[in-house]
């Protein structure tokens, strides 16, 4: 079969078990540059492999990013009998230590999510009001939801009689339900009344979270409030940790503050780390890996529920 037949059909072998797979056919498609799509998968060379890994740049992630797009590739060809050898190298460099994400300490939230901080932030502001904002980041933190999921929310998957949203079809194709706490849920039955208010539309499928004329929410829109939001807020980075605080971590912080709480609580953290995957949408442990960068309070408890342990408590 010709490389280009061949990537097509793992592309499609991928999504049709359950993968979007989209930044990997594009990588798999970008190396049809560097090889002859044309021709059969043995032609390739690891000389063609090592040109399309290297790139023009310096060693980045992304590197790491093509390498496993093109081993997946030619483990799909050779158990198809579409290749007999891999032309991967045998060895790679070592990609850079990815940066720790910033887990925002209580006070710091407490300064982001601030009604009179907010709505400070968004004076003059002609798209995204100060409560829509406030919303989004609520949501974000108190249910831990990616941006895409909360922006992407409509009327119908919120349930407010039995405060649980409805996330569709997400990063691995899958949809779950997200239970979230009262005080989320009466923020959420607040905001109801106001877009309604504001001549928003009202149809099941309409987006709960809009702009002021009803356009979806844009990354980039909301990630100016929020670089807004911090500095007025005095929330910077740390040494060692990002310098510049992303939005992406208050999802973070929400997975480091629910582990913390659970060793405070003395409860089986083991146990819970599955529902936590789930409840994060993850499609299996580690992915939730991720997300549980060891803060100085997160080590206290653990380093706490061990001596218990070491020490012979029960229950510990």
């Known amino acids: 079969m010709m490389l280009r037949e061949a990537i097509e059909q793992y592309i499609l072998w991928r999504r049709a078990h359950g993968a979007k797979f989209t930044t990997g056919a594009n990588l798999l498609r970008h190396f049809l540059g560097y090889a002859n799509g044309d021709a059969a998968c043995d032609?390739?060379?690891?000389?063609?492999v090592l040109a399309f890994l290297v790139g023009k740049g310096p060693l980045a992630r992304h590197r790491e990013n093509k390498?496993?797009?093109l081993a997946g590739f030619w483990r799909h060809a050779i158990s198809r009998g579409h290749a007999m050898r891999s032309p991967l190298p045998n060895s790679e460099p070592k990609s850079p230590p990815r940066t720790p994400p910033y887990i925002y300490s209580h006070d710091e939230l407490r300064r982001l999510l601030d009604l009179a901080t907010v709505a400070?932030?968004?004076r003059g502001a002609v798209q995204l009001d100060a409560v829509t904002f406030r919303t989004l980041l609520l949501l974000l933190y108190g249910a831990g939801l990616r941006f895409s999921e909360a922006t992407g929310l409509t009327l119908a998957d919120v349930d407010l009689a039995e405060d649980v949203l409805t996330i569709r079809a997400t990063k691995f194709y899958k949809s779950r339900l997200v239970p979230i706490g009262p005080q989320l849920a009466t923020v959420l039955a607040n905001y109801m009344p106001?877009?309604?208010r504001g001549g928003l539309a009202q149809g099941e499928t309409s987006f709960l979270l809009t702009n002021r004329d009803g356009t979806r929410l844009a990354?980039?829109?909301?990630?100016a409030a929020f670089d807004a939001l911090r500095r007025i807020a005095g929330v910077h980075g740390t040494a060692g940790g990002r310098q510049i605080p992303r939005l992406h971590d208050l999802r973070h912080s929400f997975a480091v503050h629910s582990l913390t709480a659970w060793y405070r609580q003395g409860a089986d953290v083991q146990?819970?780390?599955p529902v936590l995957s789930?409840?994060?949408g993850h499609s299996d442990l580690e992915g939730t890996k991720v997300y549980l960068s060891m803060t100085p309070e997160l080590l206290q408890q653990a380093?706490?529920?061990f001596a218990r342990y070491a020490g012979g408590a029960q229950n510990a």
């Open 278 to 280: 789930t409840y994060l």
């Open 43 to 48: 032609a390739v060379t690891t000389t063609q």
């Open 194 to 196: 106001l877009r309604r």
């Open 303 to 305: 380093s706490l529920r």
């Open 219 to 223: 990354s980039s829109t909301v990630q």
């Open 271 to 273: 146990r819970l780390l």
């Open 67 to 69: 390498h496993y797009a």
């Open 120 to 122: 400070s932030s968004r």
